[in-house]
């Protein structure tokens, strides 16, 4: 955490939104092992680092990081890297009719969606001059996108959270151990 805040001096709005994140409760290197309670939910255990805290508490939010959403363009072929849709420097996706811009692309935040988006438009509206332009820019925010992503990147043993009994859809009464030995998502 603390490298990459000492990083934040060249996005000063993403600074300041770092300082008004933290507060006394920010937790570091921790996440999520077990929510705990009969009837509603009474306290959560941590592991932060080497430690486990239970923590007392009525409601829970947890994420465990973002996953761009490329179904559309994975049903039209478009070709994907690393989960996201490939693109070029004009948000061209393998498919020349295919432009994609924001998350789709990849996690990068709000500023980075914007370029793009405005990358894309220009290039849609045959405004290549003013494309090429916002290219730089573009490759100003793809730093922030690559830092965050390698500082808050999952760790290895949340992967070993769900238990045989953790629910995967409440909705359907889906188990973990109902699908943990299928071989895909389908």
Not at 123 to 140: F, K
Not at 150 to 155: A, I, K, P, T, Y
Request: charged residues 20%; contains cysteine.
């Amino acid at each position: 955490l603390l490298g990459f805040a000492a990083q934040l001096w060249r996005w000063p709005n993403k600074l300041a939104q770092a300082l008004s994140l933290a507060t006394p409760s920010y937790r570091c290197n921790a996440h999520v092992v077990e929510a705990l309670g009969e009837q509603h939910l009474q306290a959560v255990r941590i592991r932060q680092g080497r430690r486990t805290l239970e923590i007392p508490c009525d409601y829970l939010a947890c994420g465990f990081g973002l996953v761009p959403n490329v179904r559309l363009a994975s049903h039209l072929g478009c070709r994907l890297e690393q989960g996201a849709i490939a693109v070029d420097q004009q948000q061209r996706s393998s498919l020349p009719q295919v432009l994609a811009a924001g998350e789709c692309t990849g996690i990068g935040g709000s500023e980075l969606a914007l370029i793009e988006g405005r990358i894309a438009g220009c290039v849609a509206s045959g405004q290549a001059d003013q494309a090429a332009e916002l290219i730089q820019q573009r490759r100003h925010w793809q730093h922030f996108a690559e830092r965050l992503l390698r500082h808050f990147e999952l760790q290895p043993q949340v992967l070993q959270l769900a238990r045989a009994d953790t629910l995967l859809c409440r909705c359907e009464d889906v188990p973990y151990a109902a699908v943990a030995a299928a071989p895909d998502w389908a």
